[in-house]
């Protein structure tokens, strides 16, 4: 019979790192990516709410573009949070503010050194990642509570894939991947999940040219659990994504009722 006098412990505190510090490429000439609004609201602010708003998050560390760590940190002050309070006060969800790196793996790594030694389980999250919805953060938060190591949400694909590289031989058909492995594909999503020790060993260990943390982790040999991603937390990579991330938007707004 369960000892019932004896409460159990408390789950290691969640900690997020939001790397926000890319140039936004791909969405073309403007402030950086992160900095971009949307419906007037900065895109890291949605993303950092969306974070806050997990009551198992209570710290968010935001990774910035290098010489944009006093606006970013302005923007934390100006922008009331759920539960949040502005960086450097103490209250549910507290913020800090780093400066990032030339990629996003050290943008990565510089905000997880910035985490204080308690948080057992670290989140990354895109900031180019503004809408995903809380239950998806949860789930991920779930997973590693139950013990994965690494979690990442992910969806189905909706296109064939074409494998284009490496070329063929001129005439010889280029390979499609097939339909019963399209089946096994997935796309991957964040926020990522980790226990902390693993996230950090990856960090430390993988070189590899990879697009995100669980690639690194898988590096190492480590298991990544996938569970269900959400289509509202897409990426804002191009400018037809800003036009998508305005109608999920309104429609929140919609059926919010305002
Ligand atoms: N040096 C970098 C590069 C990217 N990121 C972050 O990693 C996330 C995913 O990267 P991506 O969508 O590629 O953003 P950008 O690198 O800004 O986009 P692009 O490749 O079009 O420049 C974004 O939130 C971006 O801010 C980062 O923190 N530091
Ligand atoms: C981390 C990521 O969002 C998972 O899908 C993706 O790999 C980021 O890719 P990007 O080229 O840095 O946008």
Redesign the pocket.
């Known amino acids: 019979m369960s000892d019932v006098s004896r409460p159990s412990p408390a789950p290691p505190p969640v900690a997020a790192v939001i790397?926000?510090?890319?140039?936004?490429?791909?969405?073309g000439p403007g402030a950086p990516?992160?900095l971009r609004a949307l419906n007037g609201t900065p895109m890291l602010i949605h993303a950092a709410r969306a974070l806050a708003a997990s009551r198992a998050v209570s710290l968010v560390v935001v990774?910035a573009p290098p010489d944009g760590a006093a606006e970013v940190k302005s923007l934390l002050d100006a922008h009331a949070l759920p539960g949040g309070t502005p960086s450097g006060s103490l209250g549910r969800t507290d913020f800090l503010v780093v400066p990032?790196?030339?990629?996003?793996q050290?943008?990565v790594r510089l905000g997880l050194d910035a985490l204080p030694p308690e948080y057992g389980i670290v989140l990354v999250h895109?900031?180019?990642r503004p809408l995903v919805p809380v239950d998806t953060v949860d789930t991920v938060i779930e997973a590693v509570r139950d013990g994965a190591r690494a979690v990442v949400p992910a969806l189905p694909l909706a296109d064939t894939v074409k494998e284009v590289e490496p070329a063929t031989e001129p005439g010889t058909p280029e390979p499609v991947v097939a339909t019963p492995v399209r089946a096994r594909l997935r796309a991957v999503q964040t926020p990522q999940g980790f226990d902390r020790e693993t996230l950090v060993r990856a960090h430390e260990k993988v070189t590899d040219d990879v697009t995100d943390d669980a690639s690194m982790v898988e590096r190492l040999g480590e298991r990544v659990v996938v569970v269900p991603g959400h289509e509202e937390a897409f990426?804002v990579?191009r400018p037809l994504d800003l036009v998508l991330a305005e109608a999920v938007l309104a429609r929140r707004r919609l059926n919010d009722g305002f």
Do not use: M, N, Y
Request: aromatic fraction near 0%.
């Open positions: 790397p926000a510090a890319g140039r936004g490429v791909r969405l990516k992160a990774v990032g790196g030339d990629t996003r050290e943008s895109d900031a180019a990426k990579t």
